[in-house]
């Protein structure tokens, strides 16, 4: 298929109806690599159809903030949006972003329904997923098999540790273990979430009070702090997804855990994947996540920013990519559309599709007993976000030595307690 033709597909209708506009769309992206290739594969966009795009590539920390309060106030900043699955459905019930409803042609119940239920409220769909994802386990098979250990699906941590602690080797230029450090409440409380959840912590208890200075937390941190200052990277506190693709791809990580679209970038040899570990508790383990597009409401623009969202999340972006000069099947974003593992030619290079797609799938958001509210990594509550920027600090402190794990915990606690408090819970 011809790029012309992939991009022309099912969307050719709602394209030609925006082509005569000659608008210009303002566009906040994350500074991810299926974000930045969308940049070369939308200038066929921009030519069929005359409509500029204006790109703002944010660092996904700044660009959390600005948007947050660009949108929250109404300021205009932006025509489309990256957001994901803690913002959309809050802030489609508080009527922030616009609902989104697209032809037939876009398929809708094509699109993974984990997915789609995250970014939406009450059965609307309020942010469209670009990519989806979970978290799993990129490891060097090569360098494990050298030092005679090995990873298994849903390992115990002791186990992961244990691995690291085999091919650390510094003086090599490898680290055993890889993993988020840098603060924000999607940078390195993402990871760190999902391990609390694993030795059976949680944010909040069922009356939304927090917990941050219980004995699994307590276990949790300890743990992450051991593994990284024995057998990761030195600096680790400012590493998030970007700084460790470079390490990982430079050769230096044994292993790294964290979101499955990063397999799509690794470009060394020996790389195998295994479903998250666990301390026992597996659920929770492994998040659930989508870097999403929605229209900030009262948008001047909101017919031709709908437009280029459907477009940009549809099948036929999937096929554009796939048939670019400089990308190929190798490159398509993965994890939001089912369709899109169905094709041979996708499959052939992409080896971490199964071990992505389970995943997705055993991915649990679902309120439960131990953990109260919607979210895997995140609390789908409007203060969570406040509430994970104050722990992120501190757990940032206590791996940079500047803090004790018990000060840093009990500092969090203290922190999430007066946000908590202020909001009425």
């Not at 203060?383 to 030595?401: C, K």
């Amino acid at each position: 298929m011809s790029l012309k033709s992939a991009l022309f597909g099912a969307t050719a209708l709602t394209l030609a109806a925006t082509a005569g506009q000659a608008q210009e769309l303002t566009i906040a992206i994350v500074n991810n690599g299926h974000m930045i290739n969308m940049q070369k594969v939308a200038e066929a966009y921009t030519s069929e159809t005359g409509v500029a795009l204006n790109w703002v590539s944010l660092e996904e920390g700044v660009l959390r903030e600005q948007v947050t309060s660009d949108t929250a106030t109404g300021g205009g900043q932006y025509d489309i949006i990256n957001i994901g699955m803690q913002e959309a459905p809050i802030w489609g019930a508080a009527g922030w972003i616009e609902p989104l409803e697209f032809g037939a042609d876009y398929d809708m119940d094509d699109i993974l329904p984990a997915i789609r239920a995250g970014l939406s409220h009450e059965g609307t769909m309020y942010a469209a997923p670009f990519y989806g994802e979970s978290s799993m386990v990129m490891y060097r098979k090569d360098l494990m098999d050298a030092a005679g250990v090995s990873i298994a699906d849903n390992d115990s941590w002791d186990n992961i540790k244990a691995a690291a602690a085999a091919v650390h080797n510094p003086d090599a230029g490898v680290y055993g273990a890889c993993l988020r450090g840098k603060p924000g409440w999607g940078d390195n409380m993402a990871f760190i979430t999902t391990m609390v959840n694993s030795f059976g912590g949680a944010w909040f208890d069922a009356d939304f009070k927090p917990t941050i200075d219980s004995d699994a937390w307590r276990a949790a941190i300890n743990f992450y702090v051991d593994l990284l200052g024995n057998y990761g990277p030195p600096g680790s506190e400012g590493n998030s997804f970007n700084e460790i693709l470079a390490l990982y791809n430079e050769g230096k990580c044994g292993m790294w855990i964290d979101a499955t679209i990063a397999a799509s970038f690794l470009e060394v040899d020996g790389v195998a994947y295994a479903q998250s570990p666990n301390a026992g508790n597996p659920v929770g383990a492994n998040w659930l996540w989508a870097w999403a597009m929605a229209v900030p409401a009262g948008s001047p623009n909101a017919d031709a920013a709908k437009d280029f969202i459907e477009w940009a999340t549809s099948k036929d972006y999937v096929q554009a990519v796939a048939s670019h000069p400089e990308f190929g099947w190798g490159s398509v974003p993965t994890g939001q559309r089912a369709s899109t593992y169905g094709f041979d030619e996708f499959k052939a290079v992409a080896g971490f599709a199964e071990a992505e797609m389970a995943a997705i799938n055993s991915a649990a958001p679902e309120a439960t007993e131990l953990k109260p509210y919607v979210g895997v990594q995140f609390a789908a509550i409007p203060e969570f976000p406040e509430v994970g920027s104050a722990v992120a600090q501190e757990m940032a402190a206590a791996l940079s030595g500047a803090k004790s794990v018990d000060d840093a915990l009990a500092a969090s606690q203290a922190a999430a307690e007066a946000i908590m408090e202020e909001a009425g819970y």
